[in-house]
């Protein structure tokens, strides 16, 4: 075992309705993994269960060799950030105290947080551009505007590796783009990401590593080039796409042809 995250027969049923069919994979430090697949595939639940939110049925998650439940919350806080896709507010705190609790793993109980905590949350507030709403109350912003500061509270968190839980869903394009910035970003600076996404597009952009699951539970992972094909995807989605390379944008795009 070499690869930083690696699972191993992921099996994973609601109700008795089998979601997660027998999923193994490795993924190595400052590579991108997106999980693809239509709605209801699993993708967020194979996510919960890598940070031990669900427990799978069989099957084990390593992370550095370790089992993902053998390492206490605060291991598991320096391991592995997660950004879900939405957020149960019950307190009004400012932009800037959400964002510090990214660094709960690092400070002791009852302490105060250190000049480096708040040095890295303000790193992370600059890096997603949220400078302007540092004091305003995470209740009264707008949705984008969540996304982004739990994005920032993940990376306050300093892990090794991140989990996207379908960042880009309440993101105009704008502000989509600048979150697969960000991720490719991310693994120059030595993070090992993961990313969840209805998207075939956003898979191409990123374009290392994909594993796609079909509603059946079938699931392919490999290289993105090899694993998106116009036949799988077709298959796996329900609808007739196309590959086509674009030459303005020098890239492969996936387009939705509708008929």
């Known amino acids: 075992m070499t690869g930083i995250l690696e699972l ?6 609601y109700d008795k309705r089998k979601i997660l069919n027998d999923i193994s994979f490795e993924i190595n430090k400052s590579e991108i993994l997106t999980i693809l697949g239509p709605n209801g595939a699993g993708k967020s639940t194979l996510s919960k269960v890598i940070v031990t939110l669900l ?11 370790k089992r993902n439940t053998d390492l206490d919350f605060s291991q598991r806080a320096q391991k592995i950030g997660y950004v879900s896709q939405s957020i149960d507010l019950k307190y009004a705190y400012t932009v800037f105290d959400f964002i510090l609790m990214g660094r709960a793993s690092y400070i002791s109980t009852f302490r105060q947080p250190k000049e ?6 303000n790193d992370a ?16 912003i707008s949705g984008g505007e969540r996304q982004k500061a739990m994005i920032a509270k993940a990376l306050a968190q300093k892990p090794d590796i991140l989990i996207f839980d379908e960042p880009t869903s309440a ?37 290392e590593k994909t594993l796609l699951i079909d509603k059946k539970g079938k699931n392919y992972f490999g ?37």
């Open 223 to 259: 290289k993105t080039k090899d694993i998106l094909t116009q036949e799988r995807l077709s298959k796996v989605f329900n609808t007739e796409v196309l590959i086509e390379y674009n030459e303005k944008l020098r890239r492969k795009v996936c387009l939705n042809k509708i008929l």
């Open 171 to 207: 993101l105009d394009i704008s502000n989509q783009n600048i979150v697969l910035k960000l991720i490719r970003s991310l693994k120059k600076d030595g993070f090992t990401i993961i990313f969840t996404t209805h998207s075939p597009d956003h898979a191409l952009i990123l374009d």
């Open 116 to 121: 480096i905590d708040i040095e890295i949350s």
């Open 55 to 65: 427990k799978q049925d069989s099957g084990e998650v390593y992370i550095d060799s």
């Open 8 to 13: 191993k027969n992921i099996n994973f049923s």
């Open 125 to 140: 507030i600059k890096k997603m551009g949220l400078e302007d709403l540092k004091y305003k109350k995470i209740t009264e």
